[in-house]
């Protein structure tokens, strides 16, 4: 399925951009891009309780099973997307950590494909078993009747798969608050936008965006602008890779420049599912290990890739240096209470 003629390179320069704004949004409260806050009573004679089916198999009618009386989150995907699906759930995700345990309590999300022809409960279970989204997050197919009828009531009208897959809907079905805004901007002020939308959280002190990141312990102070790879990899990898703190939805990137070939890895990044087409078999194997999450060819050009070498290299000499120090006084230390071997006799 053809789904990669997006303009990535701009959305990078975007993102980019997004992550720098975090820093000027500091104190800055009213940033979502998107249509101003309406109060807009839409119920199920709007919305419908057309039947959709989760991927658990079940049958729900849309308004009065998915949307009734809750804050919810909805936004369009589908799992064959090489490009952007994967990265938008991902960046979703970060907001669904971060949300905690508010998640299928005050806060619901909803992702229903654009793809029901081919979008099966089973595949949607497997995209969404590879994001840990347990609580409060529903995957949802149906008919393609429904689901085009569902897509345009939430303002979703791209006539083609390629368009429109980084918008999201956040309303509050209670107060019948809705707003419009994309993944791709700034997390924090998405988080922020979702939170405001609960009448419990409005009345709490921590309303503006400087006590929030404060909660959230996120440092916007640092020069990312000084740090291009840096910032590439947090806009654009961080939602799924860590270097060094586990396997998130992806594999752990730390020592990825060591157990990698430097040119297998620039081609993989810039472009992961020709490689994996072309039958490679560390991206067969990569695959494997990942089905539900697909590493996404995010349309970086080459001084990106450059960029994100470094990044990554600069990484892994840092964990190098660390393995060194750690081996060197452990050395010490064996030697320091006789415990090391005798050094082979010179001749
Ligand atoms: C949506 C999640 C996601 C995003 C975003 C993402 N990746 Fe991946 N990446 C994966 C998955 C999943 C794999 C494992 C292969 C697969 O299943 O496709 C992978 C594999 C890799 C590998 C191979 C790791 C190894 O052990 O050899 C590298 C390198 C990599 N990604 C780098 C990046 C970089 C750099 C970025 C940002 C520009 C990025 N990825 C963005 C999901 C992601």
């Given at each position: 399925m053809e789904c990669c003629d997006f303009p990535w390179t701009r959305v990078l320069h975007l993102l980019r951009c997004a992550v720098l704004a975090i820093a000027l949004a500091v104190g800055l409260t009213a940033g979502l891009a998107a249509l101003p806050a309406q109060a807009d009573p839409r119920d199920e004679d709007y919305f419908t309780n057309l039947p959709l089916i989760t991927s658990e198999g079940k049958e729900v009618a849309f308004f009065d099973d998915v949307l009734k009386d809750r804050i919810v989150v909805v936004?369009?995907?589908?799992?064959?997307?090489?490009?952007?699906?994967?990265?938008?759930?991902?960046?979703l995700a970060q907001v669904y950590d971060w949300l905690g345990e508010r998640m299928g309590r005050d806060v619901f999300f909803v992702s229903i494909t654009l793809d029901p022809e081919n979008d099966t409960p089973e595949k949607l279970a497997t995209f969404k078993a590879g994001f840990n989204a347990d609580r409060g997050w529903t995957f949802l197919t149906g008919s393609r009747e429904n689901i085009d009828t569902i897509r345009a009531k939430l303002g979703e009208k791209a006539r083609t798969l390629a368009l429109h897959r980084t918008d999201m809907v956040i309303g509050n079905a209670k107060t019948g608050v809705w707003r419009r805004s994309s993944v791709m901007g700034s997390l924090t002020i998405a988080l922020q936008s979702i939170l405001e939308l609960d009448p419990t959280w409005q009345n709490s002190t921590q309303t503006n965006a400087e006590a929030l990141e404060a909660a959230l312990k996120i440092n916007t102070v640092y020069d990312l602008s000084a740090h291009p790879g840096e910032a590439i990899f947090l806009g654009a990898c961080a939602s799924c890779h860590t270097i060094?703190?586990?396997?998130?939805?992806?594999?752990?990137?730390?020592?990825?420049?060591?157990?990698?070939?430097?040119?297998?890895?620039?081609?993989?990044?810039?472009?992961?599912?020709?490689?994996?087409?072309a039958g490679d078999p560390v991206a067969q194997m990569l695959a494997e290990d990942f089905p539900g999450v697909v590493m996404p060819n995010l349309g970086l050009n080459p001084v990106d890739v450059e960029d994100l070498m470094s990044y990554?290299?600069?990484?892994?000499?840092?964990?190098?240096?660390?393995?060194?120090?750690?081996?060197?006084?452990?050395?010490?230390?064996?030697?320091?209470?006789?415990?090391?071997?005798?050094?082979p006799p010179a001749n």
């Open positions: 936004n369009f995907f589908y799992t064959g997307c090489t490009d952007m699906c994967s990265l938008t759930t991902a960046r060094g703190l586990g396997v998130r939805f992806a594999p752990d990137l730390a020592a990825v420049t060591l157990r990698r070939d430097e040119d297998w890895l620039k081609s993989y990044i810039m472009d992961p599912d020709l490689v994996l087409a990554l290299k600069a990484a892994d000499a840092r964990l190098a240096a660390a393995e060194q120090e750690a081996a060197d006084s452990f050395a010490a230390f064996e030697a320091a209470h006789g415990l090391a071997e005798p050094a």
